[in-house]
């Protein structure tokens, strides 16, 4: 079998835009004629927010990256965003926007990630969808989601409306547009969800093969009763859509994925290269001559490049080449759908999901789905009734409590979303003015915020992944219930209960896997209640960190805005003291309290902080000065005592700190013993590199100690010739000198067979190249072009030379973008209006840094 870039021809390959599909493919656009392709892509990644920060907390399983999401989105969503076309020497020759031509849905919680974390992709996918509209007569690729990836079946009636506007409120945010079509969280189906998918205007659904049970054609004046046909065991035929009729007379229609494809997509080896993919597609077409038929495909789009790595690229290949000259049609459910109405319709089996073979047990008994080996799920029944019961609970709260604050505390709800979106003040206060039934004062507006809040987490406590694997102390079951004690703990805030206790004993009932937890109840005490987080913790939080970090007047930490009313910092000795008052605010709730704080800092790990409410100006003063004083007597356990008697009796140290920060803090704190031991380790080196050296001349094994020394050694002068590098990137002589160091630091790392251990080094230099291209491609001197470029062609190659792994795909966007826009219709084109920045003879150097970055422009070199 061929491999992709051995498909393609060694010149460059012109990607086929929308319109060239429409100019040339009108008929199938319009009417259905011939064979339809789809496939669709499910992206979602469970909500993963600290409830009480807001913000995803490093999950070292994840390493080298931050996050899973943050992995996840290198390994899947920014490649379809810019996915690869190569040729035979694994050379770019086009990038596609692989959501282009992918049917998709992306949970909204997916989304509001991406939107802060990388905007340029969140654009592409938003661009995407806007441009498949246009291709495809106003029908988009996008369609909604369930909000947060419940099982609607297992939701209560009102869950489910809510689920399901919530889903359309995002995606009408930032679509632009009404969704045709809604993704059901493991298309997990019943006849009630259908109700409320018709009562919401959602015109399609896509679900497994296996969920229906039988189909027939749709009845006409011809043939008023067609026969039934019983398609339980996967039977039905995927190439058309259906219909499906609830109990008053309406429908909603439904496309069943094909599943062969579908399971081989992620279980073998057919996306490995596009040879294989065609012919697997290939195999579905029907040969019976019937007018038009959809190809349609479903699996979680993580399969593009985090479970299947590099298969974004055969994604892109396929659709803008295979596809295409097989005259086949790419286009998604909702443009097919306009083209080929039902003929037939579907009754569906009453209660099913795609990814359980029990109907929808997997979120609620043992059934042995995500099982294995000697462990049992009987822990998903008990934990599924105690949230049960909690979300009752609730509701009683909710009910009596809002119903005072708004004039409807269900419909306050379902709008919600329109907070969530955007909590700056004018939004909040906005839905206070239309929602609350009279003027509410800041008191009842905090009640109320904490009581939508309280909501939200109890329809996040639900999210399908705590139940999906195979133990409930695994980190998605511990999270979703952090989002139910959060929801407990709003509750007890607003009307005072404490029903902690039987909840508790609830979850008692669900037996763990593991025997350090036994059940639910030591899940709960071990790894649930030591995330809480109270107003204490993090006024403890800023003012141990207030020590490493100069904060303004105003501050934003985490969720919370900080406001800095006092502070003095003295230090004594090793002793450092800080005393401070501090107004937090919760961005969500909008609670806010005013607490005096004072910090200790003993040197080394060591910190004592005592946390107490403000109680007034001069008690403060008279707090201040007597610690000070104290201080003054450079006793650390007089000072540690007297915080205790004037402020509280619990303190907090680095281990209370959020653990972002206290990360940063001990990287701080290990400055001054790892700069002390690079240099220890450097004078080792050079002491020693004769000896070192007549090693690897005899090609004898370098003793342990010698090979460390100079690995850490040639590291750390590497990471300071980097820097400096970075610092000095305006100035070319000062850039040159930088490089003869880094050469000579590459050339001794190779000869002495040294593995250096730089990721910060890698990360700066990408950063370097990014910068040094933009500046030569758009805002550089055509006078110094050779040199430029000869300057940034090294550091490359250094890059390769220090085994940095360095990630060149941005700049390879950039230059690639530069040449199709920019070089070649101005320097190419005759008949071009724009005149070219550079001469014949500076434009070959400028292709040649293409050629570095993997870039095929030979045809423009005349080779």
């Known amino acids: 079998m061929t491999t992709i870039a051995q498909n393609l021809t060694n010149k460059s390959v012109t990607i086929q835009s929308s319109k060239v599909v429409e100019n040339n493919e009108t008929h199938p656009l319009k009417t259905a004629n011939g064979v339809y392709v789809t496939i669709h892509g499910h992206f979602y990644q ?67 990630w991406l939107e802060k974390y990388d905007p340029e992709v969140y654009q592409r996918i938003i661009e995407a969808d806007r441009k498949s509209c246009e291709r495809l007569n106003g029908h988009g690729n996008a369609i909604a989601q369930v909000y947060n990836h419940i099982i609607l079946p297992l939701a209560n009636e009102r869950d489910k409306y809510t689920q399901i506007r919530w889903g359309k409120a995002d995606f009408r945010y930032r679509f632009h547009r009404e969704p045709e079509g809604m993704w059901l969280a493991e298309t997990a189906v019943d006849y009630p969800t259908l109700k409320a998918l018709i009562d919401e205007n959602i015109r399609f659904i896509i679900l497994a093969p296996s969920q229906a049970e039988r189909c027939r054609p749709l009845p006409t004046e011809k043939d008023p009763q067609p026969e039934w046909h ?80 590099g298969t974004e690229k055969c994604l892109a290949y396929v659709f803008t080449q295979e596809f295409p000259h097989r005259g086949w049609t790419v286009t998604n459910y909702a443009h097919y759908l306009s083209l080929a109405q039902p003929t037939w319709e579907v009754v569906l089996k ?156 609830l979850l008692a009932k669900a037996p763990s896997n593991v025997d350090v937890f036994g059940h639910g109840a030591e899940v709960y005490h071990q790894l649930v209640a030591p995330a809480q987080i109270s107003f204490h913790q993090v006024a403890a939080h800023y003012g141990i960190s207030s020590l490493f970090t100069n904060y303004p007047q105003r501050e934003r930490v985490y969720c919370y805005a900080a406001e800095r009313l006092d502070y003095q910092k003295q230090q004594l000795g090793v002793l450092t003291l800080a005393v401070g008052q501090v107004r937090l605010t919760s961005e969500i709730t909008w609670e806010s309290q005013h607490f005096v704080f004072a910090v200790l800092h003993l040197g080394g ?36 005592m007297a915080m205790n008697k004037l402020l509280s009796d619990r303190s907090f140290s680095l281990q209370h700190l959020f653990a972002e920060e206290r990360h940063r803090i001990m990287q701080q704190l290990t400055a001054k013993t790892k700069k002390r031991l690079d240099q220890l380790y450097t004078q080792v080196y050079r002491e020693n590199y004769s000896i070192l050296a007549a090693f690897q001349r005899e090609e004898m094994p370098v003793p342990q100690e010698l090979q460390v020394a100079a690995e850490i050694a040639l590291s750390h002068r590497c990471l300071l010739s980097i820097s400096a590098l970075e610092k000095s990137i305006e100035d070319s002589e000062e850039i040159d000198n930088h490089l003869t160091e880094l050469k000579g630091i590459a050339a001794e790392a190779t000869h002495l067979k040294c593995q250096l251990n730089i990721p910060e080094g890698k990360k700066t230099l990408e950063q370097i190249i990014l910068r040094l291209l933009w500046r030569i491609l ?85 080779e």
């Open 230 to 309: 019983e398609v339980g065991g996967n039977q039905i035929d995927p190439t058309r859509p259906y219909r499906c009729f609830i109990e008053d007379g309406r429908y909603i229609d439904i496309f069943f994925y094909d599943g062969p494809i579908s399971r081989d997509m992620g279980f073998s080896d057919i996306l490995k290269t596009g040879d294989n993919f065609i012919a697997r597609i290939g195999q579905a077409v029907k040969g019976d001559n019937r007018k038009s038929q959809l190809i349609n495909v479903a699996t979680d789009g993580e399969t593009f490049g985090h479970h299947r790595g």
């Open 350 to 505: 009453p209660v099913t999901a795609w990814s359980c073979s029990h109907g929808v047990d997997r979120w609620q008994e043992d059934c042995g789905c995500g099982g294995g080996g000697t462990w049992n799920q009987q822990w998903r029944r008990p934990l599924r009734d105690a949230l049960d019961w909690l979300r009752d609970k609730l509701i009683d709260v909710y009910v009596d409590e809002a119903s005072k604050l708004f004039r409807d505390p269900w419909q306050a709800r379902e709008e919600y979303i329109q907070v969530i979106r955007d909590r700056s003040p004018d939004k909040v206060q906005h839905f206070f003015t239309i929602h609350q039934c009279r003027e509410l004062t800041q008191a009842e507006k905090i009640d109320a915020l904490r009581l939508l809040e309280m909501q939200r987490h109890t329809l996040l406590m639900y999210t399908s992944c705590g139940w999906f694997f195979e133990e409930i102390s695994r980190p998605e079951g511990v999270q979703i219930l952090r989002y139910a004690v959060r929801a407990l703990e709003l509750a007890g805030e607003v009307a005072g209960i404490h029903w902690q206790k039987e909840f508790i004993k």
């Open 46 to 112: 469970p909500p993963r927010e600290n409830p009480y920060l807001d913000t995803i907390e490093r999950q070292p399983s994840a390493h080298p990256y931050h996050d899973w999401n943050e992995r996840i989105h290198y390994e899947c969503y920014r490649p379809n965003a810019f996915a690869r076309i190569l040729n035979h020497r694994e050379e770019l020759i086009g990038i596609v926007n692989n959501f282009e031509y992918l049917s998709f849905n992306i949970g909204a919680t997916l989304m509001s």
């Open 778 to 862: 758009y805002d550089g001197d055509p006078h110094t072009l050779e040199q430029d470029v000869k300057r940034l062609e090294t550091i490359i190659e250094l890059g390769y030379q220090l085994n940095l792994g360095l990630f060149l795909d941005r700049a390879q966007e950039v230059y690639f973008r530069c040449l199709h826009q920019k070089i070649i219709p101005e320097c190419f084109d005759d008949n071009s209006a724009t005149s070219c920045r550079w001469d014949l003879s500076q434009i070959r150097p400028l292709l040649k840094l293409g050629q570095k970055l993997a870039i095929d422009v030979r045809v423009w070199l005349g």
């Open 605 to 640: 790990w060591d910190f004592h902080c005592c946390i107490q409410p403000f109680s007034g100006r001069l008690a403060y003063t008279e707090v201040k000065q007597q610690l000070f004083a104290t201080l003054e007597q450079a006793s650390a356990a007089q000072t540690i």
